[in-house]
């Protein structure tokens, strides 16, 4: 029988809505990885999150804090798939990074620390929507 408590799924959810948040971000800006890869790589973090402290693997001897290192890794690598090199331009650092705050926000999520997932959404949507503001006077500067 299928059964799932209501603390997971709701952990579930948290993850969903916050990652599809920051996708909106990268989708509006028209970036490589939009609202669905930003929302799926949290909701797996946070599967992968909930599954690793869930007592699943065994009979605890196993440690829960390997799958959260494994997420790390691949989406690191998922990351590296949108950088992009050509003319001695790097492009797609910005949304490789927010690939990487969408599992992290996942994650949080997953182990039910909900304001710090929060937050953290919250503070970079701040960090890549209006720190533009900043960007082009520092340029503008260094040339």
Sequence with gaps: MFA???EHLLRLVVSFVLG???GIEREINKKPA???THTVISLASALFTILSVSGTFGDGAVD???IASQVVVGVGFVGAGVIISTGGHVRGVTTAASLWIAAAVGMASGLGEYMLALVTT???IVALEFFVIFEE????RKS
């Design 4 to 6: 799932i408590s209501l």
């Design 34 to 36: 939009g609202l669905r």
């Design 20 to 22: 599809s948040i920051v």
């Design 64 to 66: 829960p804090t390997r």
């Design 122 to 124: 919250v503070l970079a």
């Design 137 to 140: 006077p520092l340029k503008r």
